[in-house]
């Protein structure tokens, strides 16, 4: 059997049409660059009240989304903050607002763009480990699962739009989209339906798809 003919798994669930994304949280990531030791991570919902719609629906989504959020993300303490030990390590301390440690992220280069998300215990985000690797030989998407729930990281432009699929009735259907700066840019908008998925959840998976190697994504 040829590996990389094998079908991608993600295949196996067709996209729901029909569902559109019911956007409920705004969140900025900054990233930084590739070799920077800290993401932050801000919770900016409240500036886009009334009006997040209207910029989910224009052709100019992206660009206005990113302004916007990243000019309110400075006035904003981070939710989230992701600080790694040295520029070519791929582990991650996750702090929340009290300065406490609630997760780790490791990737190490050998494990083939796969990386573990460890929760504290009782953590109220996830009662087990989660693990995202490639969803298959060379695919462009990444997948986890969640209380035995299959999600999909599709990186469709890039950086530049990255979307969450959570399988739902045999289907995928899209709880969060990520808008990259540019294709290669690390930082962004993360618009996500919080009643599909815990936030946190929902950024730490974030910030490992931005930051798998390319090395093994198609």
Not at 10 to 27: M, R
Not at 164 to 171: A, F, Q, S
Request: charged letters at 30%; hydrophobic letters at 40%.
């Amino acid at each position: 059997m040829n590996l990389f003919s094998k079908k991608d798994p993600a295949a196996s669930y067709p996209i729901n049409e029909d569902a559109t994304l019911q956007a409920t949280k705004v969140i900025y990531v900054k990233s930084g660059s590739e070799f920077g030791l800290s993401v932050f991570v801000a919770d900016v919902t409240d500036k886009f009240d009334g009006e997040l719609d209207r910029l989910i629906g224009s052709g100019s989504e992206s660009k206005l989304l990113n302004e916007k959020a990243k000019d309110a993300a400075l006035k904003k303490p981070a939710m989230l903050e992701f600080h790694r030990s040295g520029r070519l390590s791929s582990n991650f301390t996750v702090k929340d607002t009290s300065n406490a440690v609630i997760a780790e992220l490791s990737g190490p280069l050998l494990s083939l763009g796969r990386w573990t998300l460890g929760f504290v215990a009782d953590s109220p985000h996830s009662d087990h480990d989660i693990l995202v690797r490639p969803a298959g030989m060379m695919s462009r998407a990444d997948e986890f699962v969640k209380d035995s729930i299959p999600y999909y990281w599709d990186i469709l432009d890039g950086r530049k739009l990255c979307k969450l699929y959570k399988v739902m009735d045999g289907k995928r259907v899209e709880i969060a989209h990520f808008l990259g700066e540019n294709a290669r840019a690390r930082d962004g908008v993360l618009l996500l339906d919080g009643e599909q998925l815990d936030e946190v959840v929902a950024c730490l998976t974030c910030v490992v798809m931005l930051n798998r190697s390319e090395s093994f994504r198609a």
